[in-house]
């Protein structure tokens, strides 16, 4: 592959993660910033994948996109599904 090709691939899938972090940041819906949180852990893991970097890839598809989120989700079913937002 390309190498200019794939440092703009990585380039791009960097401002995404970006913005999937600032997005879950923000977002008052728990289960959309795991949603966002999980959006960024795939860009994570497409960038392994090109840096050739699989040991790394494998282990953070199954904790980053799979056992994370299915955590964060059980939590907040436990709990309330939004934020509540402080007056004053």
Same mark, same amino acid.
Request: proline letters at 3%; one cysteine or more.
């Given at each position: 592959?390309n190498?200019?090709y %794939?440092?703009?691939l990585? !380039? /791009?899938?960097c401002? %995404?993660?970006l &913005?999937?972090?600032? !997005?879950? &940041?923000?977002?008052? @819906? !728990?289960?959309k910033?795991?949603?966002?949180?999980?959006?960024?852990?795939?860009a994570?893991a497409?960038? /392994?994948?090109l840096?050739?970097?699989? @040991? &790394? !890839?494998?282990? /953070?598809?199954?904790?980053?996109?799979g056992?994370y989120?299915v955590?964060?989700? /059980?939590?907040?079913?436990? %709990?309330?599904?939004?934020?509540?937002?402080?007056?004053?």
């Amino acid at each position: 592959m390309n190498p200019a090709y %794939t440092l703009s691939l990585v !380039l /791009y899938l960097c401002i %995404t993660a970006l &913005i999937a972090s600032i !997005l879950a &940041i923000r977002s008052r @819906d !728990l289960v959309k910033a795991v949603a966002f949180s999980a959006m960024q852990s795939v860009a994570y893991a497409i960038i /392994y994948a090109l840096l050739l970097a699989p @040991d &790394i !890839l494998f282990v /953070y598809v199954a904790v980053g996109v799979g056992i994370y989120p299915v955590l964060m989700l /059980y939590a907040i079913s436990k %709990t309330k599904r939004f934020e509540e937002v402080e007056e004053g």
